[in-house]
């Protein structure tokens, strides 16, 4: 292998970085919207190696020519380079769903004793975390009720026909992912990883406010929405 396929070999993979991150959202598949322009800056740098490598390379081999020497050979295991510089370039896997979070608990939810009144609109705007949170802290119970409207993928399992509306969430990138999920109760059953926006009140069962409060929604409505860009955040459901 000459030492010229190196210099390609980084520029493939700063044209990998920079297609992922860059030109597409596909790099939201993997990171937090907050990593992108560290991923812009390192596809950046690597095709800059990369031209500036080919440049030297190709005087270094005029200059070897010369004198009739040519050292220009680099370890086989340099070609395993040009497979995640392939990938990101032209194939990019599935983004993080239900088979993930069907083989994880549910993230926990930070304490919390103090609750801002809900507004008055009907159904409310919640987050997954939020609902939770109203449901098993919430002392003034002030979701009985109520009508909720979420929004997550499908993840399938739950007993009795139920099923899980989810969210996973990052801190950093796809390795630290934790999902957050609200059991759901009646209503059409999709496919997994479709994602809905699902209203509806919540399910009864032990003492509202405390832990033995289930995390559960009785439905009312299930609409199929579109993946948000963004997946990774446990947003409120858009109007």
Sequence with gaps: MKRFL????????????????????????????????????SGVVLLLLGVASAVLDKQKEEEEGHSGHDHSS???????????????LFYAPPALGAYTASRQPPKAVAEQSDF????????????????????????AQAIKGRSIRMT????????????????????????????VKVRIYGGPVLPANTWVTVTGAWHAGGKLGTS????????????????????????????
């Design 116 to 139: 801002d009144p809900l507004p008055a609109a009907s159904p409310v705007p919640m987050t997954l975390s939020g609902f939770t949170s109203r449901v098993q802290q919430d002392r």
């Design 212 to 239: 033995s409060a289930p995390v559960a929604l009785d439905a009312r409505t299930v609409e199929k929405v579109a993946r948000p860009v963004n997946g990774y955040q446990d947003a409120l459901p858009l109007p």
């Design 152 to 179: 997550g993928f499908v993840t399938l399992g739950g007993p009795h026909g139920s099923w899980d509306l989810t969210r996973i969430i990052l801190n950093c990138c796809a390795a630290d992912a934790q999902s």
């Design 6 to 41: 190196q210099a390609v070999l980084l520029g493939l993979c700063g044209l990998g970085l920079l297609h992922v991150s860059l030109f597409t959202d596909l790099c939201l598949r993997y990171v937090k919207e907050g990593m992108r322009p560290l991923l812009v800056a």
């Design 74 to 88: 680099l370890p086989r295991v340099a070609w395993l380079l040009l497979l995640p510089a392939l990938s990101l």
